[in-house]
């Protein structure tokens, strides 16, 4: 059984898990008693934590866009404002090869999952609306919009197998959204 210290720690734990869970075997693999066996709880540890898988599946989402937000802040730091929002794109891109179960949680959720609303996207929207806004030649709000429209539906066709899951083609198309983006801005990189 758990202790108070162990306790303390095991919300982090069993989110961790459950996208260990995810990743191997999809949302339908990730149970709260599924949990409680892979973190080494009793089975009714997890309820303690989430009221239900929904509620898992949720705090899950939350904890992928924190990482998506790591992504994309590494990503920030390139040279040159053109060629970070470049990367940032990539990163997104990869973010979802790299674990397309976890993006289509984070974003389409399905039935039974407490996805967050648009507005909880929090950090990761920031952190493209920030670069966005250093480029846009016009409005930064729509800039930011048609940024994160083209490169999910580029990532999302790509996961779907409708387009090549290669870097050159996602990098072609969005090198083509930011000189839209940037038109009035001279192009140093």
């Known amino acids: 059984m758990e202790n108070a210290a162990t306790e303390g720690r095991l919300r982090p734990r069993l989110i961790e898990a459950a996208m260990a869970l995810l990743d191997q075997a999809g ?3 990730v149970t ?3 949990l409680a066996k892979a973190t080494g709880v009793s089975a009714m540890a997890p309820y303690r934590h989430f009221a239900d898988k929904a509620a898992l599946l949720g705090a899950v989402a939350e904890a992928g866009f924190a990482l998506l937000a790591e992504a994309l802040a590494q990503a920030d730091r ?3 404002p053109r060629a970070a929002l470049l990367a940032q794109g990539l990163a997104y891109f990869h973010f979802a090869q790299g674990r397309p179960a976890l993006f289509r949680l984070m974003f389409g959720g399905g039935a039974g999952c407490d996805t967050p609303p648009p507005q ?3 950090e990761a929207f920031q ?3 920030r670069r966005v806004a250093t480029l846009a030649a016009g409005d930064p709000a ?3 919009m048609a940024a994160w429209g ?3 539906g580029l990532t999302t066709l790509a996961l779907d197998g409708k387009l090549p899951a290669a870097d050159a083609p996602i990098a072609a198309a969005l090198g083509l959204l930011v000189n839209g983006i940037a038109a009035d801005q001279p192009r140093s990189g």
């Open 27 to 29: 949302t339908e693999g």
């Open 32 to 34: 709260l008693r599924a």
């Open 78 to 80: 390139a040279e040159s």
């Open 120 to 122: 909880g996207y929090g």
């Open 127 to 129: 952190i493209l609306s």
């Open 142 to 144: 729509s800039a930011t």
């Open 150 to 152: 083209t490169v999910h």
